[in-house]
């Protein structure tokens, strides 16, 4: 494969061809779809898509340039020397003179640099935290593929670089963190025990574990610093909800023996989780309430429930019609910013 140079002029043929990929014009967006196919096997193609993600002045090149750097990372990043096995055509076995499905074994080719390989590998989680949250995302997808092949043997260094990042001080550092910790380590929830997973899970845990419960008890503490702003709330509630999923995934496979010694601080702090009663936290839930009531009233199995006159005469006027009305707040939040508020419609947020 031919060598693409990391030049102003290749960012910009680049940043063409992704602006064509979104044109609705089947023979604009297909040619171009094809060039990419054809130019992805060359060296720095990559780093050319991430380079694009800090240098283009385009949003929405940027968007692309990650939805199509995760895509290439999913559909190549491979372990090197692995091999492909498939079953061709019937045919008679020598060895049990049956009728069996034939073995084929192929080599995969390396489709990706190994120069290429170890500059993603040491850019990428940066990158990926420095982002706006739409391409956090995909580059947090796309550290969790390579995670998958590479974490630990090859990419020793991840965990270090990710938990250094706790001390930022800035959530939305945090939470690509956080978000990325979680789709490299939801897997130990299905995997079947060996002593390569415990000896995987040991090492994550002395390097994160003492990390993540510093940064719950720091994180529970803010709740209570910000209780009256709805804005920081939902961030900080993000972040709590993330470290949940982490530690639930830690402590699937065996409670470890650093979260049964730290047991108190976890529980303690949960609980006060679960009996938290704070008003700017429930915009969601009477949308999740109603959401509920309805799925519990299409099942025939509690039909009975809803038979009653008044039970239904309670929920229309208590249930449906007050979040059918437009309140004086709706208004006003309307005509101070009707984009959010349109939005938060869509999303399906109930009226309090």
Same mark, same amino acid.
């Given at each position: 494969?031919?060598?693409?140079?990391?030049?102003?002029?290749? /960012?910009?043929?680049?940043?063409?061809?992704?602006?064509?990929?979104?044109?609705?014009?089947?023979?604009?967006?297909?040619?171009?779809?094809?060039?990419?196919?054809?130019?992805?096997?060359?060296?720095?193609?990559?780093? /050319?898509?991430?380079? $694009?993600?800090?240098?283009?002045?385009?949003?929405?090149?940027?968007?692309?340039?990650?939805?199509?750097?995760?895509?290439?990372? *999913?559909?190549?990043? %491979?372990?090197?020397?692995?091999?492909?096995?498939?079953?061709?055509? $019937?045919?008679?076995?020598?060895?049990?003179?049956?009728?069996? &499905?034939?073995?084929?074994?192929?080599?995969?080719? !390396?489709?990706?640099?190994?120069?290429?390989?170890?500059?993603? &590998?040491?850019?990428?989680?940066?990158?990926? $935290?420095?982002?706006? +949250?739409?391409?956090?995302?995909?580059?947090?997808?796309?550290?969790?593929?390579?995670?998958?092949?590479? =974490?630990?043997?090859?990419?020793?260094?991840?965990?270090?670089?990710?938990?250094?990042?706790?001390?930022?001080?800035?959530?939305?550092?945090?939470?690509?963190?956080?978000?990325?910790?979680?789709?490299?380590?939801?897997?130990?929830?299905? +995997? =079947?025990?060996?002593?390569?997973?415990?000896?995987?899970?040991?090492?994550?845990?002395?390097?994160?574990?003492?990390?993540?419960? !510093?940064?719950? *008890?720091?994180?529970?503490? /803010?709740?209570?610093?910000?209780?009256?702003?709805?804005?920081?709330? &939902?961030?900080?509630?993000?972040?709590?909800?993330?470290?949940? &999923?982490?530690?639930?995934?830690?402590? =699937?496979?065996? $409670?470890?023996?650093?979260?049964?010694?730290?047991?108190?601080?976890?529980?303690?702090?949960?609980?006060?989780?679960?009996?938290?009663?704070?008003?700017?936290?429930?915009?969601?839930?009477?949308? !999740?309430?109603?959401?509920?009531?309805?799925?519990?009233?299409?099942?025939?199995?509690? *039909?009975?429930? =809803?038979?009653?006159?008044?039970?239904?005469?309670?929920?229309?006027?208590?249930?449906?019609?007050?979040?059918?009305?437009?309140?004086?707040?709706?208004?006003?939040?309307?005509?101070?910013?009707? +984009? +959010?508020?349109?939005? %938060?419609?869509?999303?399906?947020?109930?009226?309090?």
């Amino acid at each position: 494969s031919a060598k693409m140079e990391l030049s102003d002029a290749n /960012l910009q043929t680049l940043t063409e061809y992704l602006k064509k990929t979104l044109d609705p014009d089947p023979a604009i967006r297909r040619p171009a779809e094809k060039f990419l196919e054809t130019v992805e096997g060359s060296q720095n193609y990559p780093l /050319l898509l991430l380079t $694009l993600l800090e240098k283009s002045q385009e949003n929405v090149i940027k968007v692309c340039a990650s939805v199509t750097f995760k895509n290439y990372i *999913k559909r190549n990043w %491979r372990i090197v020397g692995i091999r492909s096995i498939f079953y061709s055509d $019937l045919s008679v076995c020598v060895n049990c003179n049956l009728w069996c &499905k034939v073995l084929h074994v192929e080599d995969e080719p !390396n489709k990706i640099f190994e120069s290429d390989r170890i500059a993603i &590998k040491a850019n990428i989680v940066p990158l990926m $935290l420095s982002s706006p +949250e739409q391409i956090q995302k995909q580059l947090s997808d796309a550290i969790s593929i390579i995670g998958r092949e590479d =974490f630990p043997q090859k990419w020793p260094d991840l965990l270090t670089e990710m938990v250094n990042r706790f001390q930022s001080g800035d959530f939305h550092v945090i939470n690509g963190v956080l978000r990325t910790a979680h789709s490299l380590f939801k897997r130990y929830r299905h +995997e =079947f025990k060996s002593n390569e997973l415990w000896t995987e899970i040991k090492l994550v845990l002395d390097a994160f574990a003492l990390p993540l419960t !510093n940064l719950f *008890k720091a994180t529970i503490d /803010l709740c209570s610093t910000h209780a009256n702003d709805a804005s920081a709330l &939902k961030v900080l509630f993000s972040s709590l909800i993330l470290i949940a &999923k982490l530690f639930y995934s830690l402590n =699937f496979q065996d $409670l470890p023996e650093f979260f049964e010694d730290n047991m108190e601080t976890w529980m303690t702090n949960f609980h006060s989780l679960l009996t938290l009663d704070n008003k700017l936290l429930q915009t969601d839930l009477v949308s !999740n309430a109603i959401q509920f009531l309805a799925s519990v009233c299409e099942r025939p199995h509690y *039909k009975h429930l =809803f038979e009653d006159q008044n039970t239904l005469t309670s929920i229309c006027e208590k249930v449906i019609v007050p979040n059918m009305e437009f309140r004086a707040a709706d208004e006003e939040a309307f005509e101070d910013n009707s +984009e +959010e508020y349109i939005r %938060r419609d869509l999303e399906g947020s109930g009226n309090p």
